[in-house]
């Protein structure tokens, strides 16, 4: 128990940082199990890990966690828990997620050495298709994470569930989205 209240000390004290270092390594995390076992690539692409890892420790965490305060400090609906929740999951997917993703997606091209063209075809030829599957996903997990999980803790449980959609993400915008047969569901 005294692990938990040490780890519960230092979100506190350092929210935005440890966010940072919780979204780097589970996006190196998403990204390796797309390489390995999406895509089964013969040789592991460390250049392209690292830059996943950086993506989540200098933007993804700090801006989730300056976003989710935002919203604890933005919307709350006194009559019901649930209600709040509801509100807090429509502004973030309603609003946050498409201007989020568009950006992941331009960041990332850019990161890939991609000239500004190039990176204005990437989010085209992807967007549409990460907003959707998105959506498939994030709003429940929102909802979850927006009526009982508390804000020190959101980027962590965010992100944990994100491991999924880092190596989807991962494999969406750094192949040519052939998958391995055998991986699919039946």
């Known amino acids: 128990m005294a692990v938990f209240s040490r780890i519960a000390r230092r979100l506190k004290g350092s929210p935005v940082f440890i966010?940072?270092?919780?979204?780097?390594?589970?996006?190196?995390?998403?990204?390796?199990?797309?390489?390995?076992?999406?895509?089964?690539?013969?040789?592991?692409?460390?250049?392209?890990?690292?830059?996943?890892?950086?993506?989540?420790?200098?933007?993804?965490?700090?801006?989730?966690?300056t976003w989710y305060g935002i919203l604890d400090r933005r919307i709350s609906i006194k009559a019901s828990k649930l209600g709040t929740?509801?509100?807090?999951?429509?502004?973030?997917?309603?609003?946050?997620?498409?201007?989020?993703l568009a950006n992941f997606l331009g960041i990332n091209s850019l990161m890939q050495g991609n000239s500004l063209n190039q990176m204005k075809n990437d989010i085209t030829k992807n967007f549409t298709d990460v907003v959707i599957s998105n959506y498939k996903l994030w709003p429940a997990v929102q909802l979850i994470s927006f009526s009982v999980v508390p804000l020190q803790y959101r980027v962590l449980f965010v992100q944990t569930v994100a491991v999924f959609w880092n190596t989807y993400l991962s494999w969406k915008t750094n192949s040519e989205g052939i998958v391995d047969p055998e991986i699919l569901p039946a």
Do not use: H, W, Y
Not at 25 to 34: A, F, R, V
Not at 85 to 100: L, N, S, W, Y
């Open 19 to 65: 966010a940072s270092l919780q979204a780097g390594g589970l996006m190196c995390l998403g990204d390796g199990i797309s390489q390995t076992l999406v895509e089964k690539k013969d040789k592991f692409d460390l250049n392209r890990n690292i830059r996943f890892g950086m993506l989540g420790l200098c933007i993804i965490g700090p801006t989730l966690r």
């Open 85 to 100: 929740a509801v509100a807090k999951m429509g502004v973030d997917q309603g609003i946050f997620a498409p201007i989020f």
